[in-house]
């Protein structure tokens, strides 16, 4: 968010190239080998793509705007 504590000036630049962001500390207590994308299950996987549309969609910042990512099915269950 332009402001905050983190922001820099490539901040919006970076977030540009993004598909997907994983947010959140890894907590090894939390590790988990099954989850796509990131290590511990307290990590959320946000969709880039899709919080970008609806950013623009509504009319308000990134993260007023924040779209999770949907793994699909298949990939959950451990059944393939």
Do not use: K
């Not at 590790?31 to 950013?55: C, E, H, K, P």
């Amino acid at each position: 968010m332009p402001g905050g504590r983190h922001h820099t000036e490539v901040t919006d630049r970076i977030l540009a190239c993004l598909d997907m962001l994983v947010d959140g500390p890894f907590v090894q207590d939390l590790y988990d080998i099954s989850l796509r994308f990131r290590g511990s299950s307290n990590q959320r996987v946000i969709d880039m793509n899709a919080t970008r549309d609806r950013a623009e969609r509504e009319g308000v910042a990134l993260c007023d705007a924040v779209e999770l990512w949907r793994d699909d099915p298949v990939y959950s269950t451990h059944t393939m």
